[in-house]
């Protein structure tokens, strides 16, 4: 994309106000958007400015518009350097966008693009008298019609070298232009070899109708087949159904709670709770004597095993008792003593 910059200082007006015309549309645009949102009307009055202006946007224009919508001078700045239907140049009293294009270079543009530079000068130049300037640009998208070219708001298509000529002059006198198709073409049609779409039955809705009848039909086939296929698919005579093959299955329990309630009795029964309040059948608990340790977790003992049948093994300072907690033990292994050949010194260094 090209670098888009703002007319030189020489160029640029010294004030701009927003007329009358301009602040009544921008408050109808304004209106539009919650309050605090007013800056979504950027584009709108951006354009509105360019044409008060004459079809360019000045920078005291940009200034006026980020004034009126409190916004940023370098925010309003931003929109307009970027969008390139906002013009940062004079421009003529009628603003031509050449379409330079593959289909319309296929369609004779080149020829177009040679009245241009004869009649009115190289791109960005204002005529003498300000009428006429140019600008080529990429595709404007009627490229059924090329070779075209945009002035202004309006299309001019199906261009040739003679009746391009005649365009400008009339624009230049003054008098009326015919907008659309130079060679009278209706729209994007084919030109004078309508072979196409030409049975009234397409624009007097049988077509239509009875297409809408075929889908309906259809529709209602396809939704009797499929409720078919589904009640057949469903077994007359229920089957034994296949082993659980372990999986946990729903079963009621026998005499439970949840049963009775499900089945609007009392959850507990009155037999349960005279079982419940007899203290004679109450957990009796043995009182624990003060400072006694629990038991160890495991009944094995730490100490090892001897090697020997019948052969003691003296205890040793390493192993704790049991029932010791590991934290609490006098020594700690280091698991030197498993290793052959080792040798630990005070210092805790093994060779």
């Known amino acids: 994309m090209a670098v888009r910059k703002l007319a030189p200082e ?75 239907m906002f013009n940062l140049e004079p421009v003529g009293k009628y603003f031509i966008q050449f379409c330079g294009t593959t289909p319309c270079v296929l369609r004779g543009a080149g020829d177009i693009k040679k009245v241009l530079e004869r ?65 009278g073409r209706n729209r994007s049609e084919p030109f004078e070899a309508v072979n196409t779409l030409q049975d009234p039955a397409l624009y007097d809705g049988s077509v239509v109708g009875a297409w809408r009848k075929r889908f309906e039909e259809q529709a209602k086939a396809a939704e009797t087949g499929e409720t078919a296929a589904a009640m057949a698919s469903v077994p007359q005579e229920a089957k034994a159904a296949k082993p659980t093959a372990g999986r946990p299955i729903e079963s009621d329990v026998a005499d439970t709670p949840a049963k009775r309630a499900k089945e609007g009795e009392k959850p507990v029964s009155t037999a349960d709770q005279k079982e419940a309040a007899d203290s004679s059948k109450a ?33 040793s300072p390493t192993t704790p008792s049991a029932g010791t907690p590991p934290a609490q033990a006098e020594t700690r292994r280091d698991g030197s003593e498993s290793k052959p050949g080792v040798v630990v010194d005070k210092d805790n260094k093994s060779s």
Not at 30 to 48: D, E, H, M
Not at 286 to 301: C, I, L, T, V
């Open 10 to 84: 020489n160029m640029q007006p010294e004030s701009f106000v927003l007329s009358a015309e301009t602040e009544a549309f921008a408050e109808k645009e304004i209106a539009k958007y919650p309050p605090g949102r007013q800056a979504s009307a950027v584009i709108a009055l951006l354009t509105k400015a360019q044409e008060q202006a004459g079809g360019w946007l000045p920078r005291k224009a940009i200034e006026a518009v980020a004034a009126r919508l409190d916004m940023p001078v370098i925010r309003v700045m931003e929109v307009a350097t970027f969008y390139t």
């Open 119 to 183: 009649r009115v000068g190289d791109q960005n130049h204002v005529t003498a008298d300000g009428t006429f300037s140019w600008l080529e640009v990429e595709c404007l998208g009627a490229c059924s019609n090329a070779p075209m070219v945009q002035i202004n708001d309006d299309y001019y298509e199906d261009l040739t070298t003679e009746n391009f000529e005649k365009l400008l002059d009339d624009l230049a006198a003054g008098r009326p232009v015919k907008v659309g198709s130079q060679i």
């Open 283 to 315: 957990t009796k608990v043995e009182p624990k004597e003060a400072g006694a340790q629990p038991p160890p977790q495991s009944g094995k003992s730490y100490v090892a095993s001897p090697k020997k049948e019948g052969q003691a093994v003296p205890a």
